[in-house]
Structures are given as structure tokens and as C-alpha cells.
């Protein structure tokens, strides 16, 4: 079955482009041009992948973006005509995958395509098989922070947290290194994939949004410590 993509984007001409482009690679694509249509299309054809603009009429990309990731996880490419790095990462604190800005090349946007749809079927074939192999009392507990990596559930004081699936991935790749000073290039490598297109301040968007979740104090942590000119260390 073809991989279904939803683009989001307002001008005709650039719409017809991508979608013609991305037919080309044998994808199912659908198209709207306005944000709420984004969000009711988005939640019927539960699409495997998202190309979305930002400035979009009714709701904007970044609101979309909040919005959708309440309780779906599907790769979502912004695209923007604005280069502005507060946007860059504004985009990625809300949950984005990659960030593509205009004018960009059809070669580019489809390899980029290409590795989120990849990435995206790697990490659901890796769940199905932990699934398989996990043990039922399988869990890493620190204290009052427990993982269970068979529900794929995090709970801090007994209660369970609430964590977007790079949160988990990320938190778990900590819990499994721990004590280890790790780089932002090893934890992009191992948690992102090799062929991540996006660069390091990524991994510190996640580093701050698991601070929140899992300190008692994000502004002095305890268990996510930063290792000054290396990286971050997990305590426990």
C-alpha cells in the first residue's frame, strides 16, 4: 500500500508542484489550504507523513502542530518562507520533525520526505519487536521515576507522564547509558537515526521539554545533567 502524505499549503502553484512531484514517487497525496481544514483532514486520513506550511489562513502551523501532537505521532516537515531561526525552533519545541524553508529544490524536499517516511517505519517495526521480547515486569526504575519499556509508560510518584515518542525514545537511550556522558551527535545518531537532516539544538528542545516533566526544579536539574562542552549525563 502507498504511503499517504498530507500537504498543507496555500498557494496553488506550489501545492500542484509537490503534489505532482511527490505522485511521481508512487505516494498517495492529499492536499488543503487552510489550517482547519488541516486538522480535520489530518485526524480522518491519519496520514503517515505531514508537509505543512506555517503561515497558513485560520490556523497557523505552529498551533497545527500543537494541536495534532495532543495525540498523534506523524512526521511533520514545516515549510516557511521565513528563515528566522526563532522559527526554526518555535517549530521544533512544538513537535516538528524537520524544518524545510522556501525556495527549496523538489530533490531536496523528497529526500527529506523520503527519511522522515523511513525513519517513521524503522521505529514502528523496532516497537512491534520489543513488544515481542519485553518481558511483562520489565521496567528501569530510579528511585521514584519508573520505565516500564513494556507499556512504554513512564510514571514519576506514581503517576503516569505524559511524553511525545522522542521524549520516551530519548529518555529510555538516557536510562540505558547511565552515568554516561553522552554527545549531541550520539544521542542524534542513536535517537534520530544517521541520516537525520536536522542538527543538534534539536536534542536540546527534548533535553529542555524532559526537564520539565521529570525535575522537581528544571532550572537546576538533578537527574538530566549537562556536561559543560560534551553533552548531557543522566543520574537517575
Known amino acids: 500500500m502507498s504511503e499517504k502524505i498530507l500537504v498543507v499549503e496555500d498557494e496553488p502553484a506550489l501545492q500542484e508542484t509537490i503534489a505532482y512531484n511527490l505522485k511521481k514517487q508512487g505516494y498517495e497525496v492529499e492536499i488543503v489550504g487552510d489550517g482547519h481544514a488541516a486538522l480535520e483532514a489530518a ?6 507523513l505531514l508537509l505543512l506550511d506555517i503561515m497558513l489562513p485560520g490556523l497557523d502551523g505552529f498551533e497545527i502542530t500543537r494541536i495534532l501532537r495532543r495525540g498523534m505521532n506523524i512526521p511533520i516537515i514545516m515549510l516557511t518562507a521565513r528563515d528566522d ?8 519545541e512544538m513537535g516538528a520533525d524537520d524544518y524545510l ?8 524536499l523528497m529526500a527529506r520526505v523520503k527519511a522522515q517516511l523511513r525513519r517513521s517505519r524503522l521505529h514502528k517495526e523496532e516497537l512491534q519487536e520489543h513488544i515481542k521480547e519485553a ?16 507499556r512504554h509508560e513512564v510514571t514519576l510518584n506514581k503517576e503516569v507522564l505524559i511524553l511525545k515518542p522522542k521524549e520516551y525514545e530519548l529518555l529510555l537511550f538516557f536510562a540505558e547509558h547511565r552515568g554516561q ?3 549531541r551527535e550520539l544521542i542524534l545518531e542513536r535517537v534520530w537515526g544517521w541520516d537525520y537532516v536536522g ?6 528542545v527534548h533535553i529542555r ?10 532550572s537546576k536539574p538533578e537527574r538530566l545533567i549537562t556536561v559543560r562542552g560534551g553533552g548531557y549525563r543522566f543520574e537517575g
Not at 85 to 92: H, P, Q, S, T
Not at 101 to 108: D, I, L, N, Q
Not at 135 to 150: C, D, G, K, M, V
Request: proline share 7%.
Open 181 to 183: 556522558m553522552l554527545s
Open 135 to 150: 518481558s511483562p515486569q520489565e521496567a528501569l526504575i530510579f528511585n521514584n521515576l519508573i520505565i516500564n519499556t513494556t
Open 101 to 108: 524553508t522556501k525556495p527549496f529544490s523538489m530533490r531536496e
Open 43 to 48: 485526524r480522518k486520513l491519519t496520514p503517515d
Open 209 to 218: 521539554w524532559l526537564r520539565k516533566k521529570i525535575e522537581a526544579d528544571p
Open 199 to 204: 542538527d543538534s539544538r534539536t536534542v536540546d
Open 85 to 92: 531561526e526563532i522559527d526554526r525552533v518555535v517549530g521544533l
